[in-house]
């Protein structure tokens, strides 16, 4: 891994660049990078601030979260790796032979869970690859490994999306709809009719919300970690479909989606949008006090200091990660 210096929108920084892309069949190449105004969200986000990029690369990033130090760890699929920014944007690898871990979480004792999609990589397709047939799992990584849940009535996970765990010793999942893995492995189904991706407890774990679209969705969380009370918690009416998600202190939600950050507040009351660089697929608190917001982005320059494209049909992995101050705090009970 070497360094070098890149244009970027927001200033000139020194970045952490992957070499070894993994080309993926399927997917709509990024659209590039783009110039943003924010404007201010009383509470949240002071007008003018701005994004600064602190790390991209070809090797995919996702499913990022907080570190107790300040830092970011952010999941890289299909190097098979989890990797982590200090508080000094500076990279270096965290955990090695992650099983194609896609998103993170940290619980309350401190375990990094993740969804691991083992072989699952589309781009796998097409280039002579065996059959996949290693289960995908949500399973912890650290300290120790363990498979927390492999299967749902009997049946494999699929290709997993993202997770948020509990207190219980528990995570809550996303593999198009949404589900809860027990601390003894028993997986629960959140309802029907849901297109779920990122998913989110409330800050004393009450009550979790779930992407659907354009829309967030809300369960109330029973004692053995079961839903019930379904109901529409928010829009995103900045259009797009929500992603990622994070919480601050104040209970305000976060949601990635292609125009930027959309924030719904507390009762879900929509707040407003903080415009990206490019369309974001995941979003985290962290840095100093946790009132540095951070994003992943689709695409990223290549070391020609040119957009990264990749030949036809080819999947383009490259993320971008941005990060920018915020008036709101991060929530300080758990990592995300």
């Known amino acids: 891994m070497t360094k070098l210096t890149v244009p970027c929108l927001v200033g000139v920084v020194f970045v952490a660049w992957s070499h070894g892309v993994e080309g993926q069949p399927t ?38 979260v907080g570190a107790a130090d300040g830092g970011l760890l952010f999941a890289q699929e299909q190097p098979s790796q989890v990797s982590k920014l200090d508080k000094d944007d500076h990279v270096s690898v965290f955990l090695r032979d992650t099983h194609g871990a896609g998103a993170l979480s940290v619980d309350a004792n401190g375990r990094i869970l993740a969804v691991e999609r083992t072989c699952t990589d589309p781009g796998r397709q097409g280039r002579g690859a065996p059959p996949c047939d290693e289960p995908t799992v949500v399973g912890v990584l650290a300290p120790e490994r363990k498979t927390l849940a492999d299967s749902f009535e009997g049946k494999p996970l699929g290709r997993l999306n993202d997770l948020v765990a509990d207190k219980k010793g528990g995570a809550y999942f996303t593999v198009g709809g949404a589900y809860y893995a027990s601390a003894a492995g028993r997986v629960t189904s959140l309802g029907d009719n849901i297109r779920a991706n990122g998913i989110m407890l409330s800050r004393d774990e009450r009550i979790v919300y779930v992407t659907n679209g354009n829309t967030i969705l809300a369960f109330d969380i029973q004692p053995d970690g079961t839903v019930t009370g379904r109901r529409d918690f928010g829009k995103l009416e900045a259009g797009g479909a929500g992603d990622g998600m994070a919480i601050d202190a104040a209970g305000r939600l976060y949601i990635t989606s292609g125009p930027g950050v959309q924030v719904l507040g507390p009762d879900g009351t929509y707040l407003g949008l903080i415009p990206t660089p490019r369309g974001v697929i995941s979003v985290a608190f962290s840095g100093l006090d946790k009132k540095q917001l951070y994003v992943v982005g689709s695409g990223a320059l290549g070391p020609d200091g040119k957009e990264f494209v990749t030949p036809e049909g080819v999947r383009n992995n490259a993320k971008t990660i941005y990060k920018i101050p915020m008036l709101a705090q991060g929530f300080k009970g758990r990592a995300k």
């Open 27 to 64: 997917g709509a190449a990024p659209q590039g990078a783009r110039e943003v105004t924010v404007t201010g969200i009383p509470g949240v986000v002071a007008a003018g601030a701005k994004w600064t990029l602190v790390w991209q690369g070809t090797d995919n990033a996702d499913g990022i």
